[in-house]
């Protein structure tokens, strides 16, 4: 005799996995790359945590790639101390490149021109 299955439940539409990234539809201005989606799993960085470090930032640096710009925050946590963001500016949207913890205290580096911060200022 065949064991009687239990019938599929629908998940309510708004469930959600611990650490699943689905970036909102309503907000146009920032577009993510999948890289970021990863990484801010990878490291349990919410969507609102990463924008809130691209509006506050506690320091701006040179991106590794060319016209891309770091920001960073402290973390706040023993484990990481900062939380740093790496984004491009495309078409009067911010592409977000990658997200990441660091688990101590970064040497400061190459600042951004100013000219270029309030390119970003007048985006946000």
Known sequence: MLARKRPLRNKPSGFKRF???SPSAANDKYVW?????VKMRQYGLSESRVKRIIRFP???EE?????A???MQPAGTQRYSEIWVMYK???KKI????AWRYPGVSPQRD???KEVLEEIKELL
């Not at 790359?33 to 989606?37: F, G, L, P, V």
């Not at 592409?95 to 990658?98: D, E, G, P, V, W």
Request: positive net charge; without cysteine.
């Open 63 to 67: 991106g590794i790639i060319p016209k």
């Open 58 to 60: 506690t320091r701006y």
């Open 69 to 71: 710009i770091a920001v």
């Open 89 to 91: 500016l495309a078409d």
């Open 19 to 21: 650490g699943d990234f």
């Open 111 to 113: 600042p951004i021109p």
């Open 95 to 98: 592409k977000i490149i990658t």
């Open 33 to 37: 790359t999948a890289h970021s989606q």
